[in-house]
């Protein structure tokens, strides 16, 4: 953002990083995914949210409505109103998907190489 410094911004919420999602292979919680609108949000600039990829379908239906309510900066239940596709939830009817047991494969030094790339190349 600071070098930047756009005047609006457009984040693209694709979904197939989630737990459990059929093709993806992260492990992300709603929460965690949704880290990324939150910080974007307390800059208070414009924010335009796109949805996107993911396919495990009712996962992407829960992705969208938590981050929406994260761009509003509202809460939300956990408990899903019963609704017309209600048994697609199943079987806990929450909100919230809970993680998975995946190994996470990116080591510290990983993710410090790419910081270090990712920040070389803002730079220039």
Same mark, same amino acid.
Request: glycine residues 8%.
């Given at each position: ?16 990083? *989630?737990?459990?999602?059929? +093709? $993806? ?8 995914? #949704?880290? &990324? ?7 208070? *600039?414009?924010?335009?949210? +796109? $949805? ?8 992407? #239906?829960? &992705? ?7 761009? *509003? ?52």
């Amino acid at each position: 953002m600071e070098v930047y410094r756009p005047s609006a911004v457009v984040l693209q919420c694709g979904a197939d990083s *989630l737990a459990g999602d059929r +093709l $993806g292979c992260f492990n992300l919680s709603l929460k965690g995914h #949704a880290e &990324c609108v939150d910080f974007i949000r307390r800059y208070n *600039l414009p924010l335009l949210l +796109l $949805g996107g990829g993911g396919y495990t379908i009712r996962n992407v #239906a829960r &992705c969208w409505t938590y981050e929406t309510a994260v761009a *509003l900066n509202c809460d939300i239940a956990n408990e899903l109103p019963y609704n017309d596709y209600f048994e697609y939830y199943g079987p806990d009817f929450k909100l919230h998907i809970s993680p998975t047991n995946m190994t996470n494969q990116n080591t510290p030094e990983y993710l410090n190489k790419i910081k270090a790339r990712l920040f070389e190349n803002l730079r220039l």
